[in-house]
């Protein structure tokens, strides 16, 4: 991964960026002067206060920027940095390859696992091979195919998210990208074997649904998770992709948002100023967040899992207009929020 600091910021970033060049441009004087040394303790207090305060308050519209920042850790960058010993698994067994999904065997500290993740490319050529992150339904069809194998060796599954969405050519139509993805989401549902997703960029549609269905679902702080892109919304509502920054306002998809409407189960903080200006310590927590998770689920019997699995996705989407029937279902919850959900986005 090329250092963030190296790349053209965000346009809300520029006050941070401005703050970043004259530090950097401190840090490099060989021997610095006492007043030098203070004039650098205290742009670091302003950069961090600077850094801090922009990021508490981003808007929905600026989240997405920031789910696609082009330094983001991408699901090859977690392959390297939270796991070991990562062996990937190739086809479908009917068409071929899709280098939009990752698969494979892969170690995380005692446990071994199977990880299932869409890969984006960091450079041009890459992406034109991953077709940015959109996977095809050969894709879809090979994650299914090494959950599968997964479930059969009793290995937990971890999925990691982050794609605009599925693949929307006239080819992948005609290979069945919608049943492909309708499949996995049912064969997800059933599979006897622990299941963990992470969005940790964009979740987009059933591009993200198609390897979603787990028995925890976490996003990272600053990623996004949604029905469609702000872009494709604001085509369908106001005919022009222009009004993306009021459909992403619109559509309720920031990590807080998700979390307050129990379509994930928790959130993972990312480092001060997005998970791009500090890789390392983001997979640190996805790491922690995962271990965690595995020492909760396998102690779980594999035979209730599924059905576990099953009504927490039923309870999601309840709504009760009865403020009464609200506040009994959600122990005190308002007539627009009564869904059953505790503030932890757990039933």
């Known amino acids: 991964?090329?250092?963030?600091?190296?790349?053209?910021?965000?346009?809300?970033?520029?006050?941070?960026?401005e703050l970043e060049g004259r530090r950097r441009a401190l840090e490099q004087i060989a021997e610095r002067t006492p007043a030098q040394e203070e004039d650098l303790r205290q742009l670091k207090r302003e950069l961090a206060e600077t850094t801090r305060r922009i990021y508490s308050t981003l808007t929905p519209w600026q989240t997405v920027q920031v789910a696609r920042h082009k330094d983001r850790p991408y699901t090859s960058d977690y392959l390297s940095l939270v796991f070991e010993d990562f062996s990937e698994l190739h086809g479908d067994r009917r068409f071929g390859d899709d280098r939009a999904m990752l698969a494979g065997f892969a170690k995380l500290d005692e446990h071994k696992v199977m990880v299932v993740g869409h890969q984006k490319g960091r450079t041009y050529k890459e992406r034109q091979a991953c077709y940015f992150g959109c996977a095809h339904p050969e894709g879809y069809r090979k994650a299914i195919l090494k959950m599968k194998l997964a479930e059969k060796?009793?290995?937990?599954?971890?999925?990691?998210?982050?794609?605009?969405?599925?693949y929307p050519g006239i080819g992948a139509e005609e290979r069945g990208q919608s049943q492909a993805i309708a499949e996995n989401m049912y064969e997800m549902s059933r599979l006897k074997t622990p299941i963990i997703c992470i969005?940790?960029?964009?979740?987009?549609?059933?591009?993200?649904?198609?390897?979603?269905?787990g028995d925890r679902v976490a996003v990272l702080q600053y990623s996004y998770y949604s029905v469609i892109s702000p872009e494709g919304c604001a085509g369908i509502l106001w005919k022009s992709a222009q009004h993306a920054e009021r459909a992403a306002t619109a559509l309720k998809f920031t990590s807080a948002d998700l979390l307050r409407l129990g379509v994930v189960d928790h959130i993972i903080?990312?480092?001060l100023g997005g998970a791009h200006r500090d890789p390392h310590q983001t997979a640190s927590r996805v790491k922690q967040y995962l271990l965690r998770s595995l020492r909760e689920l396998l102690n779980q019997s594999r035979e209730t899992l599924p059905q576990t699995r099953y009504e927490k996705f039923r309870r999601m989407g309840v709504f009760l207009e009865d403020a009464a029937a609200a506040m009994a279902v959600g122990g005190g919850a308002g007539a627009g929020e009564g869904n059953g959900m505790n503030g932890d986005g757990r039933g």
Do not use: R
């Open 1 to 17: 991964m090329s250092a963030a600091t190296a790349a053209p910021g965000l346009d809300f970033e520029h006050p941070i960026l």
């Open 153 to 166: 060796y009793g290995l937990p599954v971890i999925c990691l998210i982050d794609t605009p969405g599925a």
């Open 199 to 213: 969005v940790i960029g964009e979740g987009g549609s059933g591009g993200a649904l198609g390897i979603g269905v």
């Open 269 to 271: 903080e990312e480092p």
